[in-house]
């Protein structure tokens, strides 16, 4: 489908959930680097055609303001994960190693650091929760089309040089959500903000969006993990959100840092996809820390005691995949 027409972008490709595992039987270790998965959190990775470059564009710098759109029915419980995730990210969280901060730092070590500094904007970036809007009734019904998505994320009010993030509840279905994608992520160049949709995939494909929280449809079924909050869906939604804050921070207007087509290219955490922790393989998602208390499986730790599971990051320089564990 083609992007809907004027300044706003949509990023998103094809693919059929039944290739939704071809990506973790086709990773190797020897090739963890390669895997794909295109601009969205795509869930088939096509072999590497080049390596992840930068393409001399902006990328986002210095604070970033995040605004969230809740479409649909979430309970506090669930927007304290989320809310509690992106208030980790910046050093003032002091949560003990490996952290949340030290995943955002990697990004700002290999990417953002990188770029040239634009306008007063310093090297490096901080996110900052700008504020949250709820649609609980889901006034544009609860089957959304991608040309909403930039509508719903307007509502949001996101700030120059910052991010509208977009999430939607278990029981609302989105253009190609399981089908070809798990999120997404957008911009809008002539305001100068970003977009990012996710969805909560706990009724609809926790097997292909939440994994390894849920065991996959298809490929080796190892036993589901333990997720650090006890929700899969949103435990999962982490996982998406973090690999599209990557990607937007890094190549928010199609000319940043990426690698292949610029319509459907890998970017800074998609490139890794499956991958969490140190020798990770098929139906594998790596060495991860448990909490003996509760069995969670983590990686990283966060504000006020909490516990997330993030994607590696893909270093160009090394072209391997950069795992906290």
């Given at each position: ?48 055609s080049?390596?992840?470059?930068y ?44 952290s ?33 809007v709820?649609d ?10 991608l ?26 279905a989105?253009?190609?959500f ?5 999120g ?8 100068e ?32 993990l ?13 996982i ?14 199609r ?31 790596g ?7 509760t ?21 160009p ?9």
């Amino acid at each position: 489908m083609a992007s809907p027409r004027g300044s706003t972008r949509v990023r998103h490709g094809t693919s059929h959930v039944a290739l939704v595992l071809i990506a973790v039987l086709l990773l190797t270790s020897a090739r963890l680097t390669l895997g794909a998965s295109r601009r969205l959190l795509e869930l088939y990775k096509p072999p590497a055609s080049a390596l992840l470059t930068y393409h001399n564009g902006a990328v986002l710098q210095g604070r970033i303001p995040v605004s969230i759109l809740w479409y649909g029915r979430f309970t506090p419980a669930q927007k304290a994960v989320v809310t509690e995730f992106l208030q980790s990210l910046t050093a003032a969280s002091q949560a003990p190693t490996p952290s949340v901060s030290q995943w955002w730092n990697t990004i700002n070590q290999l990417y953002l650091s990188k770029a040239p500094r634009r306008g007063s904007s310093a090297n490096g970036a901080e996110v900052a929760l700008a504020g949250q809007v709820s649609d609980e009734a889901c006034s544009l019904g609860k089957r959304l089309t991608l040309a909403q998505l930039p509508q719903l994320a307007a509502r949001a009010g996101p700030k120059k040089g910052g991010i509208a993030l977009v999430l939607t509840a278990q029981d609302v279905a989105v253009e190609g959500f399981c089908m070809s994608r798990c999120g997404l992520h957008g911009s809008d160049a002539k305001a100068e903000t970003a977009y990012i949709w996710v969805g909560n995939s706990a009724t609809q494909c926790p097997g292909q969006c939440a994994w390894p929280f849920h065991q996959p449809p298809y490929g080796p079924q190892t036993p589901a993990l333990v997720p650090p909050s006890g929700d899969v869906g949103v435990d999962g939604m982490v996982i998406n959100i973090a690999s599209m804050v990557a990607g937007t921070v890094t190549n928010p207007f199609r000319d940043g840092f990426y690698q292949g087509d610029k319509d459907a290219p890998l970017e800074a955490a998609t490139a890794c996809t499956g991958v969490y922790g140190s020798g990770a393989y098929p139906g594998f998602a790596g060495n991860l820390a448990v909490d003996r208390a509760t069995g969670a499986s983590y990686n990283a730790n966060g504000a006020r005691g909490r516990k997330y599971l993030l994607p590696a990051l893909f270093d160009p320089e090394t072209s391997t995949c950069s795992t906290l564990v």
